[in-house]
């Protein structure tokens, strides 16, 4: 057993903190997120240079064999500024499954830019009124000699607009779900844009019978790879919601130290030193079982599917928790589109709506809980 | 004891329901349904409607005009007003300011805006609270200073709910800084168009406009705008607050909120079965179900103790603070119905006039709202402070 992180990770923590600290401060961040979307923007172009895009990928596909733990260390940092690129959805999640289904023509077309920052790449997995679920797919891929034919409607689309290509799961005719890959323009996809509620791009992905060459067919099972995708992104999440519920706590006691109410400062009163203390606990569970998580990347995938589940549905019942106490405690302040910690706030809360809420994780632990 | 209503409360709740069918308007009903924010003109129209009927000052006494309604009737009327999805009549001016004038006032005062408010030709804000002064409201520091039939007002007032569309301001003032800190400050009347008063807005975190900071530049207040004495201020604004906290536990909003989650989680679908099967869910919509349940009760009994007058004391911290609790459940609990569908922000539909297609417009507002719902532990004295009341005064700890 060993929680101590690798002179490397530690430097790429270091890295990273500092980035983040410099580069996306409030003000930063807000005018990242008022920019164009299109062009990868200098953040991610420095996120290139110092490897990060590379990190996640095993070597075999040009990656650099990062394990579960860098990818915490990353999502962490990334969770603590609360940084507006999309380096789960638009790399990592979209990124993993043309590793694991891609052919080396498809791989050198789509993965390769992607992993030097030249395009980023979206993830259409979820419809509607099929809430989490991955498998309830209604999108149809038909195959007419070596041409398909799409038909369907992907909901809440994170990156969508961003993205160069999309990548899509349809049922086909025999009865797997499918991938393919739609690069962005292609004739027959309307796209409804919007920003999710903790100010992620997203959008509704329509089509309407989009012809594609065969090429463009990614896997025809790609059921397996798709859950093992799942389960790497619920991983991240979980990461990324720790630095968040972290900034939110230090924020937060900042505050009561610094505001006075009745003469005193409120980190004074007992009933909000308590309140502090739940909030502290929370946090660090919550980290426990996100580093549960990532460090169970590796093992089969009953077993971590069970661990990932129980992490998610943990941290999503703290994410909430923090947040809700982080804005109580800002009393009036808290409520405010200025004050920092509301889009922490926003942001822990929406956690739950990713990849699965705690009841959706808590349904697959309950349906596998282990009595021995 | 007996639970039920009498026949006379049952005849007069199919009348609330009936003239609340016909008279609603139908636009304003299904702002409200979907969670759109209110432009002033909708205020209006309906407060106007209200007020035609006689029904817009439902805590008035006849002598001024209101129903003459006791709380069951308020109580009936609240809650079929939500069931209805009618706006919810601003408070500021018929339920805040109005008693104070009623109770303190002088009857120059009382003949000139108590009419005014009834006919919604005054859109009152309340102006407690400041950057410095929140919790521990007494601490204000807004001055009022004294020059002969005027009082020159300099300070800042903030979180002023729909300041933006207030013609009158309702403010706590200090007039005496020697004097120990309550007994320093007096309740004045102040017109939002003197010269001096600059109103900016406050976007709150569900990016809504519905709180504004005011600032006070040498504004001159004529003296008689104060209501009661000078230094009776905290009198005047206590008197107040207790009026703020009646019907404050929401309950016409929980019981609606709590039938508009029934329905939706029976009809939205996990793995193929209803989410209201779902374990997990299932038992929060139960145990909000018993909190209901138990809260309406608290609150008949909260109500039959005042029913001879007289404003409940205490016991309104209690019903605000599991109110408040229980209604931020319910918007927890529809925001995760909702799933995936919860996400999309749509901040023109939902505070201003920009259309979107119908799927949407249905979950637009729940995650929005849950977040504005956590002003409902804040505001009108926060959770932490109302405890704090409830141990000093029922507990005597
Ligand atoms: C949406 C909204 C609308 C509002 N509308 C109005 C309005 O129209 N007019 C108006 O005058 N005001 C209004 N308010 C202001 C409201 O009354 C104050 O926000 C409230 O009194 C809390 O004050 P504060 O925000 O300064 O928080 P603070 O007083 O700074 O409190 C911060 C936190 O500390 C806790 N706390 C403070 N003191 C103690 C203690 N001694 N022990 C334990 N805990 C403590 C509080 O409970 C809170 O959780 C509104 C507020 C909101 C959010």
């Known amino acids: ?372 | 004891m007996n639970l039920t209503f009498s026949p006379e409360e049952q005849a007069f709740r199919a009348q609330v329901r009936r003239f609340l069918a016909d008279a609603l308007p139908g636009d304003i009903r299904e702002r409200v349904r979907l969670g759109r924010h209110l432009r002033a003109d909708d205020h209006l129209r309906w407060q106007n409607i209200l007020s035609a009927q006689g029904w817009l000052a439902a805590n008035w006494p006849t002598e001024h005009g209101g129903p003459g309604w006791g709380p069951v009737e308020r109580h009936i009327f609240d809650e079929e007003c939500a069931a209805a999805h009618a706006p919810t009549v601003v408070p500021f001016g018929v339920n805040m300011v109005a008693p104070v004038i009623m109770k303190f006032g002088s009857p120059e005062q009382q003949q000139h805006y108590l009419p005014r408010i009834l006919s919604n030709q005054d859109w009152w804000c309340q102006g407690y609270s400041e950057p410095g002064a929140g919790s521990d409201l007494a601490g204000l520091n807004t001055r009022a200073v004294r020059e002969g039939d005027h009082y020159i007002v300099n300070g800042q007032k903030t979180w002023t709910t729909l300041g933006q569309h207030a013609n009158m301001l309702f403010c706590l003032v200090r007039t005496n800084p020697d004097a120990k800190k309550q007994a320093g400050i007096s309740f004045l009347l102040i017109d939002m168009q003197s010269p001096g008063i600059t109103v900016r807005p406050i976007i709150t975190l569900d990016g809504a406009h519905e709180v504004n900071e005011v600032f006070l530049d040498n504004v001159r207040v004529p003296v008689e705008n104060r209501v009661g004495e000078e230094g009776q201020g905290w009198t005047c604004a206590k008197f107040l607050l207790t009026h703020e906290r009646t019907g404050i536990a929401g309950l016409g909003h929980a019981k609606q909120a709590l039938r508009h989650l029934k329905s939706l989680a029976s009809r939205i679908e996990h793995r193929g079965k209803p989410l209201l099967a779902l374990p997990s869910f299932r038992l929060r919509v139960v145990k909000a179900e018993l909190e209901l349940m138990a809260l309406e009760v608290t609150n008949l009994r909260v109500i039959a103790a005042t029913r001879d007058g007289g404003a409940p004391g205490a016991e309104s911290s209690l019903l605000k603070v599991r109110g408040s609790e229980l209604r931020q459940e319910l918007s927890e609990l529809t925001r995760r119905a909702l799933g995936p569908a919860a996400l999309p922000f749509f901040p023109d539909f939902l505070h201003g006039d920009a259309p979107l297609d119908d799927a949407n417009a249905q979950s637009a507002s729940a995650s929005a709202q849950y977040f504005n719902r956590r002003k409902l532990s804040i505001y009108g004295g926060a959770n932490e402070i109302q405890k704090s009341i409830v141990a000093k005064t029922i507990l005597e700890m």
């Open chain 1, 1 to 372: 057993m060993d929680f101590a992180l690798t002179d490397e990770q530690r430097m790429l923590e270091e890295t990273l903190t500092r980035l983040v600290a410099d580069q996306v401060s409030p003000t930063q961040r807000r005018a990242m997120l008022d920019a164009p979307r299109q062009a990868p923007s200098t953040l991610w172009r420095t996120f290139a240079e110092l490897g990060l895009l590379h990190m996640p990928f095993s070597e075999a596909v040009g990656g650099l064999g990062g394990d579960g733990t860098d990818l915490m260390i990353i999502m962490q940092a990334l969770g603590r500024g609360l940084v507006p690129e999309a380096y789960v959805a638009g790399l990592v999640l979209p990124g993993q499954l043309l590793a694991l289904t891609a052919n080396s023509v498809q791989q050198t077309r789509w993965l390769a830019p992607l992993l030097e920052g030249e395009h980023q790449l979206a993830l259409a997995w979820q419809e509607h009124g099929a809430r989490y679920d991955a498998f309830a797919v209604s999108t149809q891929a038909i195959k007419h000699n070596v041409q398909w034919r799409l038909t369907g409607r992907k909901d809440v689309v994170l990156n969508l607009e961003a993205a160069a290509a999309y990548l899509v799961t349809a049922r086909l005719e025999s009865g797997k779900l499918g991938l393919f890959i739609l690069p962005a323009g292609t004739p027959g996809l309307s796209l409804h844009l919007y920003r999710t509620m903790d100010d992620q791009a997203a959008g509704d992905l329509t089509l309407d019978d989009v012809t594609l060459p065969d090429e463009n067919c990614l896997s025809e099972d790609v059921s397996e790879a798709l859950i093992d995708v799942l389960a790497l992104g619920r991983a991240a999440l979980c990461a990324d919601a720790i630095g968040a519920m972290e900034e939110a706590c230090d924020q937060t006691l900042a505050y009561l130290k610094d505001r006075k109410q009745f003469g005193l400062p409120l980190a004074t009163f007992q009933a909000l030193q308590h309140r502090m203390v739940d909030m502290h606990l929370h946090l660090e569970q919550s980290r426990s079982m996100a580093i549960l998580a990532c460090t169970s990347l590796s093992l089969p995938a009953d077993e971590r599917d069970y661990k990932i589940a129980a992490a998610k549905a943990y941290c999503g019942e703290s994410a909430r928790f923090i947040a809700e106490q982080a804005i109580q405690l800002h009393g009036g302040m808290g409520m405010t589109e200025e004050c920092h910690v509301a889009h922490y706030a926003k942001h822990l809360v929406m956690f739950d709506h990713y990849l699965g809420d705690s009841d959706y994780h808590l349904e697959t632990v309950s349906d596998q809980l282990s009595v021995a």
